[in-house]
């Protein structure tokens, strides 16, 4: 129990740091790079949740026509928002790839029982799940429209934030992936 509690509040921790706030007193506003990548740590930690409710529907983790049309739905928002296509479609055909990665490792271990399996009964993918990732995506196409065209950013926010998700305990496939959309 005191593991748990002290894990929680770790990541929240954790959280307040990606997001730029250095401490609780702090009155700068996160930048915009540090919004963006708690979105990505909370659109992975979804993917956990997505995990459990596939694993117990038997549903597989490729869905390729729904992936298509998330997408779809994410290039048309960031559009609106004045993000060029290519570069919604990169950052987020990468974040769908990282989530579709993680995914598959939560259900391998939890089958090989290397991994602990969730002890809470599975949230509903259609209207619990599905809905919180796209109010993620809301927050990451904003945060997006804030950031600097990504030809011009330096590798160091790319390496950045493989480092960041890899101590959340994301594996090396997944960060890696998450990472490329930038």
């Known amino acids: 129990m005191k593991r748990r509690m002290f894990l929680r509040v770790g990541m929240c921790v954790a959280v307040a740091l990606l997001a730029g706030c250095c401490a609780p007193w702090a009155k700068e506003e996160p930048t915009p790079f540090g919004r963006l990548a ?32 998330v997408l779809a739905a994410l290039v048309k928002q960031g559009e609106a928002a004045g993000l060029p296509k290519e570069r919604v479609e990169r950052f987020f055909g990468a ?74 305990g994301f594996s090396e496939a997944v960060s890696g992936l998450a990472a490329e959309g930038l």
């Open 38 to 69: 708690v979105g990505v740590v909370r659109r992975l930690e979804i993917a956990r949740e997505v995990a459990w409710a596939k694993a117990q529907t038997g549903a597989p983790v490729l869905d390729e026509e729904r992936e298509k049309a």
């Open 95 to 168: 974040q769908i790839a990282a989530s579709r990665e993680a995914q598959t490792e939560w259900l391998a271990g939890w089958e090989a029982g290397t991994k602990e399996r969730p002890k809470t009964v599975p949230l509903d993918l259609k209207t619990q799940i599905r809905p919180r990732l796209d109010a993620v995506g809301a927050e990451l196409i904003a945060a997006l429209t804030e950031m600097p065209v990504l030809a011009e950013w330096d590798a160091g926010y790319r390496v950045w934030l493989k480092r960041a998700l890899r101590q959340r």
